[in-house]
C-alpha cells in the first residue's frame, strides 16, 4: 500500500500521515518506521524536528534519509509500515546538497549535488518498486508549492518543476493521493474510505 499525502506548510499534512501510517501499522503489524528527511542544519530546524518527535510519540523507529530514500528502505523489514517525511527537503537536498551555501536557491551553488533530477526520479520510483515487493506499507509527505505564480529564478522554477513531476509520478503511482486542506483530508485517489478520526 502506497499513500502520497500532500499539503500547504502548516496545514496539517503530517498528522494526517502519521494517522494513515498509525491505522496501516494496526492493521498490519510489523514495525513501524519514520524516515526524516530534514537535517538539524540550524536552532530553527532543530527545533521543529525535536517539536515533531514528540507530538508523533514513541513507537517509531527513526532513520535519517536526507537523500539516499532506497538505502534506508533496503534496511526495514518486508510487513513494516514506513512514513517518509517530508518529500519536498528530500528534493532540495538531492538537488542541491545538503549545504545552501553559494548563488541559486536560498544560496546554494547550481551544481553541489551530484543526483540529477533524472536520478531523483528514478530513485523515487524504486522505493515505490521496492516498497510494493516487500509488503511495506509507505506513506509519503510532501508540501504544495506550486499555488502561486511562476517564479522568476530560474533555480526556484527548476525545484519547484522537480517536485511536481515528483508529486504527479506518486500520485501515479500510489494507491492513495491526499491533499489536506485546513486540517481536513480530502481524498482524490483511493481504494476504499478511510477513517480519518482514529489516530
Same mark, same amino acid.
Given at each position: 500500500?502506497?499513500?502520497?499525502v500532500s *499539503? *500547504?506548510?502548516? %496545514? *496539517? ?9 498509525r ?5 498490519r503489524?510489523?514495525r ?8 538539524a542544519?540550524? /536552532?530553527e530546524?532543530?527545533a521543529?524536528? /525535536?517539536r515533531? =518527535?514528540? +507530538? ?5 523507529i527513526?532513520l535519517e534519509?536526507?537523500?539516499? @530514500?532506497?538505502?534506508?528502505? /533496503?534496511?526495514?523489514?518486508a *510487513?513494516?509500515?514506513v #512514513? ?5 527537503l $528530500?528534493?532540495?537536498?538531492?538537488l542541491y546538497g545538503?549545504?545552501l ?11 553541489? %549535488?551530484?543526483?540529477g ?5 528514478? #530513485? @523515487?520510483?524504486?522505493v515505490?518498486?521496492? &516498497?510494493r515487493?516487500?509488503s511495506? /506499507? @509507505?506513506?509519503?509527505?510532501s508540501?504544495?508549492?506550486n +499555488?502561486a ?10 525545484y519547484?518543476?522537480?517536485?511536481q513531476?515528483?508529486? =504527479? ?6 494507491? $492513495?493521493?491526499?491533499?489536506?486542506i485546513?486540517?481536513?483530508p480530502v ?10 478520526? &482514529?489516530?
Amino acid at each position: 500500500m502506497i499513500a502520497f499525502v500532500s *499539503g *500547504g506548510a502548516r %496545514s *496539517g499534512k503530517s498528522h494526517v500521515a502519521e494517522s494513515l501510517a498509525r491505522q496501516w501499522h494496526r492493521q498490519r503489524g510489523g514495525r513501524r518506521y519514520y524516515f526524516a528527511t530534514a537535517m538539524a542544519s540550524d /536552532a530553527e530546524m532543530a527545533a521543529r524536528i /525535536a517539536r515533531h =518527535r514528540r +507530538e508523533r510519540g514513541d513507537g517509531w523507529i527513526t532513520l535519517e534519509a536526507p537523500v539516499a @530514500l532506497d538505502e534506508a528502505l /533496503a534496511g526495514v523489514e518486508a *510487513g513494516s509500515t514506513v #512514513l517518509l517525511d517530508c518529500l519536498t527537503l $528530500w528534493a532540495s537536498q538531492l538537488l542541491y546538497g545538503g549545504g545552501l551555501n553559494g548563488s541559486g536557491l536560498n544560496g546554494s551553488s547550481v551544481n553541489d %549535488s551530484d543526483l540529477g533530477e533524472r536520478d531523483g526520479e528514478r #530513485l @523515487l520510483a524504486d522505493v515505490v518498486t521496492l &516498497a510494493r515487493s516487500r509488503s511495506i /506499507a @509507505l506513506v509519503v509527505v510532501s508540501n504544495d508549492l506550486n +499555488e502561486a505564480l511562476v517564479p522568476s529564478d530560474p533555480e526556484v522554477w527548476r525545484y519547484l518543476a522537480f517536485l511536481q513531476r515528483c508529486h =504527479r509520478q506518486l500520485a501515479r503511482d500510489a494507491d $492513495w493521493v491526499i491533499e489536506v486542506i485546513a486540517g481536513r483530508p480530502v481524498e482524490w485517489k483511493t481504494p476504499w474510505k478511510t477513517s480519518w478520526e &482514529a489516530t
